[in-house]
C-alpha cells in the first residue's frame, strides 16, 4: 500500500485512485491507509469545496472535474471516510454546491437524484441504521442522551487502550510484554485523524511514553509528525515528560520545534529579553534539552543559524538566553537524574565548560573579576596552543563563549567600570568580537573596532536589563538609568 501522502491539492486522479484502491475499507492494511491518509483528505475536500461554490450547477462541475461523481460517490460509501465527521462534513458541502435548485436537463434532474440519495446515506451511517429504535431506547434506559453515550464509549474505549498499554498496578504484572509492536502501530495510525480530540490526549502521552521490547520505533511516523505540528500550532497540550520523549523519538520533529521556535522569535517584534525568554521557555525546548541527546541537536541547529546569519545579534541573543534557561531547568532536575556536564559538551575544554556554566548570581559580585581573568587564562591558552588548535577548534571555542552571554556582559561593565584596563578582560572581549585575529592583532583591533557600535551597546543593555530584573541585580536608581537609556536606543537602532 503506498505511504506517499504528499500529494498536489486538487490532484483528482491520485485521490480517485485512492478511494478505488480502498474500496470499502474491509481489509487491516487499507483501513490502516485510509487513517493516514484522513488529515490530507480533508484538506483537498476544503479546497475542492471553495473552488465548487463558484461553479454553477452540476453539468459546469462535471465540465470542470471529469471525475467528480465517481470520488466523491466512492468516499461516500467507504466507511472509514464517512466515521469522521470532519471528512463526512465536507462531503456534505461538496454535494450540496453540485445540487442545482432549477434543474434545466435530464443531467441535471439525473445528478440532483444522485445526489440526494448519498446525502440520505450520507444523514443515515451517523446513526445505527436499523437498530436505531432499540439503541435509542437502550441509551435513554441508562439515563443518557445519544450525545452523552456516545462520548463515554469513546472516554471508556481510550481508558481501555491506556490501561491496556500501562503497567498494571493491581497485579505486578507488566503488560507492556503482551502488547504487540504492530498493536501499539495501529493504535497510532488510527489516532492520526484524531490527534486534536481533547479526550485522546491520555492516550497520546502514553504512546509517546510507551517503547515496548522492540529495537525499532513502533509507533508510526505520521502518528509523531502530527502530534508535534499539533504541539507546535497549541492545538494540544501534553506533559514535558510526553514532548521530551517524541522528540528523542523523532528528530525531524525536534528539528522542526526548533526551526519554529527560531522563525517564531525572529518573525515577531520582541521589545525585551523577558519577552524573548517567555516564548523559549513557551516551546518546552529548553526543558526538554536537560536530555543530552536533545541539547545536541538544538545546539547544532542554533550553531547553523549564527553561520548562516553572520553571526546576527538577534540569534545570538537568542542563543544566550536559551542557554540560561537551560541552565536553570538543569539546576532544578533531581540530582539523581542529572547527565555529567561533559554529555553536553563533549569536545570542549571541561574546566572552561565548568566555569562558564557557573552562574554570576552564584559568586560574590568582588569574585566576578578573577573568574572572568580565569575564563579569559584559559580561553588563552586554549586559542594561542597551535599544536590543537584550528579553524573549526576555534569557531566552536568561540561558540562555546557566545553561548553564555552573561559573563561577557559583567566583563564589559567590568571594563567600563575600571581605572586601568584589565588585560584579561580586554582580550576576552576582543576574541569574542574578532576570534580570526591573530593574538595581539586581535586586542588592537578590538580597540579600534567602531562599525555597528550602537547595535552592540543596545543588545549589551538590554541583556543587562533581563540579568537586573531576573536576578534582583542593580539598584532602583541604576535599574531607572538603564530603563530610560533602553528608550532611547529604542528610537535609534
Not at 465548487?52 to 470542470?64: R, T, Y
Not at 518546552?284 to 541527546?293: D, E, G, R, T, V
Not at 555529567?340 to 565548568?354: D, E, N
Request: proline content about 5%.
Amino acid at each position: 500500500m503506498a505511504q506517499d501522502t504528499t500529494v498536489p491539492k486538487l490532484n483528482f486522479e491520485y485521490w480517485l485512485d485512492k478511494a478505488v484502491e480502498w474500496g470499502q475499507a474491509t481489509t487491516l492494511e487499507s483501513q490502516k491507509d485510509v487513517c493516514l491518509h484522513l488529515p490530507q483528505l480533508q484538506e483537498f475536500l476544503h479546497q475542492l469545496y471553495e473552488t465548487l461554490k463558484d461553479v454553477q450547477g452540476s453539468v459546469a462541475a462535471i465540465q470542470q472535474f471529469p471525475l467528480i461523481g465517481q470520488l466523491l460517490g466512492r468516499l461516500c460509501w467507504n466507511p472509514f471516510v464517512i466515521g469522521y465527521d470532519e471528512s463526512q462534513k465536507a462531503l456534505m458541502w461538496c454535494l450540496c454546491c453540485l445540487y442545482s435548485s432549477e434543474p434545466q436537463n435530464p443531467v441535471e434532474v439525473k445528478a440532483n437524484s444522485w445526489i440526494c440519495s448519498l446525502l440520505c446515506h450520507l444523514l443515515s451511517s451517523s446513526e445505527w441504521e436499523s437498530n436505531e429504535a432499540e439503541t435509542n431506547l437502550f441509551i435513554s434506559t441508562l439515563g443518557y442522551t445519544s450525545a452523552d453515550y456516545y462520548g463515554h464509549l469513546v472516554k471508556n474505549m481510550i481508558f481501555s487502550l491506556v490501561a491496556e498499554l500501562r503497567e498494571n498496578p493491581f497485579n505486578g504484572l507488566n503488560i507492556q510484554r503482551s502488547v504487540s509492536a504492530s498493536r501499539v502501530n495501529a493504535v497510532s495510525i488510527c489516532c492520526v485523524p484524531l490527534i486534536t480530540l481533547p479526550d485522546l490526549t491520555p492516550l497520546l502521552e502514553t504512546l509517546l511514553l510507551y517503547h515496548g521490547g522492540s529495537p525499532k520505533e513502533i509507533l508510526c511516523p505520521e502518528f509523531l509528525e502530527a502530534v508535534n505540528e499539533a504541539f507546535l500550532k497549541k492545538k494540544i497540550s501534553l506533559p514535558d515528560s510526553a514532548v521530551c520523549s517524541l522528540w528523542l523519538r523523532h528528530s525531524p520533529s525536534l528539528e522542526k520545534a526548533t526551526l519554529h521556535l527560531l522563525d517564531q522569535l525572529v518573525s515577531i517584534q520582541l521589545n525585551s529579553l523577558e519577552e524573548v525568554a517567555c516564548v523559549i521557555k513557551d516551546s518546552l525546548l529548553p526543558q526538554a534539552a536537560s536530555h543530552p541527546a536533545i541539547f545536541r541537536v538544538v545546539n547544532e541547529i542554533f550553531k547553523n543559524a549564527l553561520l548562516e546569519t553572520d553571526g546576527a545579534s538577534e540569534v545570538m541573543t537568542i542563543i544566550q538566553v536559551f542557554t540560561q534557561l537551560f541552565l536553570e531547568a538543569r539546576q532544578n532536575q533531581n540530582e539523581q537524574h542529572k547527565f555529567p556536564l561533559k554529555a553536553y559538551f563533549p569536545c570542549h575544554h571541561q574546566p572552561l565548560v565548568r566555569a562558564l556554566l557557573r552562574r554570576p548570581s552564584e559568586l560574590p559580585t568582588t569574585s566576578w573579576s578573577q573568574h572572568l581573568k580565569n575564563i579569559s587564562d584559559m580561553l588563552k591558552a586554549l586559542v594561542e596552543d597551535t599544536n590543537v588548535s584550528s579553524l573549526t577548534d576555534l569557531f566552536e571555542t568561540w561558540y562555546l563563549v557566545t553561548c553564555f552571554g552573561e559573563w561577557l556582559d559583567i566583563a564589559a561593565e567590568q571594563l567600563l567600570k575600571a581605572t586601568v584596563q584589565p588585560d584579561a578582560l580586554l582580550w576576552l572581549l576582543a576574541f569574542y568580537y574578532c576570534p580570526q585575529n591573530e593574538n595581539q592583532q586581535r586586542t588592537q583591533a578590538m580597540i579600534t573596532e567602531t562599525t555597528d557600535t550602537s547595535k552592540e551597546v543596545y543588545s549589551l543593555l538590554l541583556r543587562t536589563a533581563y540579568r537586573f530584573k531576573h536576578h534582583g541585580e542593580g539598584n532602583q536608581r541604576t535599574v531607572k538609568l538603564l530603563n530610560e537609556l533602553l528608550q532611547k536606543f529604542t528610537l535609534k537602532v
